[in-house]
């Protein structure tokens, strides 16, 4: 009687564990995806961006900046460039815009301090229109934009009225 040999059934079973632990790990192993940049991007545009890739939108949270337009993304966290899982939650910082400010009511003052006052500001132009008034020289007695009013120095343009005094009659 002859003995068959065992050999071929050590390899096929050690073929068939590696197989199965290459099969395995394929399955069970995720596919990492780079996180594209959305920077510039509409929050919209920006979200289903990464939702099409498989990413899930975390945090959004908002922020003022003088670059970005307002309702466009400004960062992702974690940052463009990086390789993260499908599934994996993105967080978004979104523009607010360039940040307002309210308009000072200047009427009444001198418009040399105003303007000493506003010298380092960024408005785009200050008009000073002379009229003639019954007010000491120099007084502000109007301003546009109006006091109160919500302004963005870089795109603000400031008018004042101010008093030369009293037109001479001869």
Same mark, same amino acid.
């Given at each position: 009687?002859?003995?068959?040999?065992?050999?071929?059934?050590?390899?096929?079973?050690?073929?068939?564990?590696?197989?199965?632990?290459?099969?395995?790990? =394929?399955?069970?192993?995720?596919?990492?995806?780079?996180?594209?940049?959305?920077?510039?991007?509409?929050?919209?545009?920006?979200?289903?961006?990464?939702?099409?890739?498989?990413?899930?939108?975390?945090?959004?949270?908002?922020? !003022?900046?003088? !670059?970005?337009?307002? !309702?466009?993304?400004?960062?992702?966290?974690?940052?463009?460039?990086?390789?993260?899982?499908?599934?994996?939650?993105?967080?978004?910082?979104?523009?607010?815009?360039?940040?307002?400010?309210?308009?000072?009511?200047?009427?009444?003052?001198?418009?040399?301090?105003? =303007?000493?006052?506003?010298? !380092?500001?960024?408005?785009?132009?200050?008009?000073?229109?002379?009229?003639?008034?019954?007010?000491?020289?120099?007084?502000?007695?109007? =301003?546009?934009?109006?006091?109160?009013?919500?302004?963005?120095?870089?795109?603000?343009?400031?008018?004042?009225?101010?008093? =030369?005094?009293?037109?001479?009659?001869?």
């Amino acid at each position: 009687v002859k003995k068959k040999s065992k050999m071929p059934f050590v390899i096929g079973g050690i073929l068939l564990a590696l197989v199965l632990a290459f099969v395995g790990y =394929q399955l069970l192993k995720t596919e990492k995806i780079e996180i594209p940049s959305v920077a510039t991007l509409s929050l919209e545009d920006a979200m289903k961006q990464l939702q099409d890739l498989g990413f899930v939108i975390g945090e959004v949270t908002e922020r !003022n900046d003088e !670059n970005i337009e307002l !309702n466009h993304v400004i960062e992702s966290n974690p940052r463009a460039g990086i390789l993260r899982e499908k599934g994996s939650e993105i967080d978004l910082v979104v523009s607010l815009g360039i940040e307002s400010s309210e308009m000072i009511d200047y009427v009444s003052r001198q418009i040399e301090q105003v =303007q000493a006052m506003l010298e !380092n500001r960024e408005f785009v132009d200050i008009i000073v229109d002379k009229v003639y008034s019954h007010l000491p020289v120099g007084e502000i007695i109007e =301003q546009s934009p109006l006091a109160g009013e919500s302004i963005i120095p870089a795109e603000t343009t400031i008018v004042f009225k101010v008093s =030369q005094g009293r037109k001479l009659v001869k």
